[in-house]
C-alpha cells in the first residue's frame, strides 16, 4: 500500500524556518515525480516545489530562493525546507507522488490533480 505521511508543520514567526518532511511508503522514491502543494483558505491548491525521479528540481516563483526540496532515498523521505516564511505561506502542506515520471511537469503552476498519491497534509501557520 503507497502511504505518505507529512511532518513538520507549525506555528512560526514571518522570517522563520520550517522543514517540512514527507516519508513514503510502499514504494520507492527513486521511481516517482514528488511535488509538494500547499492550499491556503479560499484558494486553489497550488504546487510550489518538485522533484523528478532523476533528481531535477523546481520551485514556484513565490518561494524560489528561500525553500529547497531535497530527498533522501535511504530514508525515503522527502524534505521541503523553508526559511524567511512569510505569512503569505500560510497554508495546508501537502506532498505527493505519482510513478509516471512526466508527472513532474504538472506540478508548478498546477493544482497536482495528476499525482495519483496523497499524504494528509501539514498545517503551516506564519505569523506577521
Known amino acids: 500500500e503507497v502511504q505518505l505521511v507529512e511532518s513538520g508543520g507549525g506555528l512560526v514567526q514571518a522570517g522563520g524556518s520550517l522543514r517540512l518532511s514527507c516519508a513514503a511508503s510502499g514504494f520507492s522514491f527513486d521511481d516517482y515525480a514528488i511535488g509538494w502543494f500547499r492550499q491556503a483558505p479560499g484558494k486553489e491548491r497550488e504546487g510550489v516545489s518538485c522533484?523528478?525521479?532523476?533528481?531535477?528540481?523546481s520551485y514556484a516563483d513565490s518561494v524560489k530562493g528561500r525553500f529547497t526540496v531535497s530527498s533522501d532515498n535511504a530514508k525515503n523521505t522527502v524534505y521541503l525546507q523553508m526559511n524567511n516564511l512569510k505569512p503569505e505561506d500560510t497554508a495546508v502542506y501537502y506532498c505527493?507522488?505519482?510513478?509516471?515520471?512526466?508527472?513532474?511537469?504538472?506540478?508548478?503552476?498546477?493544482?497536482?490533480?495528476?499525482?495519483?498519491?496523497w499524504g494528509q497534509g501539514t498545517q503551516v501557520t506564519v505569523s506577521s
Open positions: 522533484i523528478s525521479s532523476d533528481g531535477n528540481t
Open positions: 505527493a507522488a505519482d510513478g509516471v515520471a512526466l508527472t513532474y511537469y504538472y506540478c508548478l503552476g498546477h493544482p497536482g490533480n495528476e499525482f495519483d498519491y
